[in-house]
Nanobody, 122 residues
Framework: QVQLVESGGGSVQAGGSLRLSCVAS????????MGWFRQAPGKERERVAF????????VYADSVKGRFTISEDKAKNTVFLQMNNLKPEDTAIYYC???????????????WGQGTQVTVSS
């Protein structure tokens, strides 16, 4: 199993920036893919970005391309989500997630953090 702890959420005005962090512990094989998801009230959960650990492979949702950057510091077992030019529609609870390489292929994540709130005001 994998334990994930997010931090870095908060409230900002539109155009501002935030950096989310996710510290991971536990099974390395279950952290082959690391992703960030978000869920706004009344909306379905959306995958924002993910990376394949140890590679330069990253994938972003169209809604955040060019504004958000996912990265990792393997030495610190930490994944980051740098969010720039934030918009009110980015307001949501953001979750860090991890999964094995096998499940990553089908987009299924089986380890989740507790979430961190991001609020963007206009």
């Amino acid at each position: 199993q994998v334990q994930l702890v997010e931090s870095g959420g908060g409230s900002v005005q539109a155009g501002g920036s935030l950096r989310l962090s996710c510290v991971a512990s536990g099974s390395t094989s279950s952290r082959a893919c690391m992703g960030w998801f978000r869920q706004a009230p009344g909306k379905e959960r959306e995958r924002v970005a993910f990376l394949i650990s140890g590679t330069d492979k990253t994938v972003y949702a169209d809604s955040v391309k060019g504004r958000f950057t996912i990265s990792e510091d393997k030495a610190k077992n930490t994944v980051f989500l740098q969010m720039n030019n934030l918009k009110p529609e980015d307001t949501a609870i953001y979750y860090c997630a991890a999964t094995s390489g096998t499940l990553c292929v089908i987009g299924r994540y089986d380890n989740w953090g507790q979430g961190t709130q991001v609020t963007v005001s206009s």
